[in-house]
C-alpha cells in the first residue's frame, strides 16, 4: 500500500499528539505561557526523565520548540498552527481546560524589574504593543532576538534614547526575555534597558526601597500609558 508523504507526516503528528501525557502538555501550553519540563511533568502526570522524552517526541513533530534561558529551558507550542489545530480537536471532543494562574504575589506581578528593564505584566504589555505597532522586528543572530525597525527608531528617539549608543554598548541590543510570572516576552537588553531609564527619569514608575516591585505613578497613568496604547 502506498501512502503519500502528506499522509505519512499527517500520521506521525497524530500520533505525537495521541499519547495522554503528550496531549496533556499539548493543552496545557495551547494559553500561550512557556513552561519548564519539570512543570509539565506535573502536568502530564509522568515522571521528569519521561516527560523529557515525550518533550523531544514533540519537538521533533514541530509541535513544541524550546527557548533556553539562563539555566532554564522553556516549552511553548511551536506556532499558532498548532495551537488552532489543538482547538479544533477539542472542538471534536468537547469539553473546556481552565487558565494558567501565576502564583506571582500581584505587586511583583503587575510590574517589576528584571535585571535592568521592565518585566511583569506591565512590560509584558508593552513588549506586545510595540510588537503590534511594528517597532520591532527579528534580529538575525539569536532566535530570540530583535532589531527596530524604521518606525521604532522613530519613536524611541523620540523618548530620548540614543539609538546608536545604545547600539554600540557591549551588550545584547533587544531580545525577547521570557518573564517568569507572564510566562510571556518581555523586551530585554540595552534598549530594555533604556526604555526603564526612561520611565525612571519621566517618574512614570518609581521602584520599591526594598524589592524589585515597580509602581505605575500618577503621571505614568496620564503619560506612558496613553503613549503607548495601555490601559491602566
Request: charged share 20%; proline share 4%.
Amino acid at each position: 500500500m502506498n501512502v503519500e508523504p502528506a499522509d505519512r507526516a499527517v500520521s506521525s503528528i497524530a500520533a505525537a499528539i495521541g499519547e495522554p501525557a503528550r496531549a496533556r502538555i499539548l493543552y496545557c501550553l495551547v494559553d500561550g505561557h512557556a513552561r519548564t519540563s519539570t512543570e509539565l511533568a506535573v502536568v502530564a502526570e509522568v515522571t521528569p526523565s519521561t516527560a523529557s522524552v515525550h518533550l523531544q517526541r514533540l519537538k521533533t513533530a514541530r509541535l513544541v520548540k524550546v527557548f533556553a534561558q539562563g539555566k532554564h529551558r522553556y516549552y511553548s507550542l511551536e506556532g499558532a498552527n498548532v495551537a488552532a489545530a489543538l482547538e479544533a480537536l477539542s472542538v471534536l471532543a468537547g469539553g473546556s481546560r481552565g487558565p494558567f494562574t501565576p502564583d506571582t504575589p500581584h505587586r511583583l506581578r503587575a510590574a517589576r524589574t528584571c535585571y535592568d528593564h521592565i518585566a511583569g505584566t506591565l512590560g509584558v504589555s508593552l513588549h506586545d504593543r510595540f510588537k503590534a505597532l511594528g517597532w520591532l522586528s527579528s534580529g538575525s543572530a539569536a532566535g530570540n532576538a530583535y532589531d527596530l525597525t524604521p518606525d521604532g527608531a522613530k519613536a524611541f528617539d523620540a523618548l530620548g534614547i540614543d539609538i546608536e549608543a545604545t547600539r554600540a554598548l557591549r551588550r545584547r541590543f533587544a531580545y525577547a526575555c521570557l518573564d517568569w510570572s507572564e510566562r510571556r516576552p518581555h523586551v530585554g537588553g540595552a534598549v530594555g534597558a533604556a526604555l526603564l531609564n526612561v520611565a525612571l527619569k519621566r517618574k512614570w514608575v518609581v521602584q520599591d526601597l526594598d524589592s524589585r516591585a515597580l509602581t505605575v505613578t500618577r503621571a505614568g497613568r496620564r503619560e506612558m500609558l496613553p503613549r503607548f496604547g495601555l490601559h491602566g
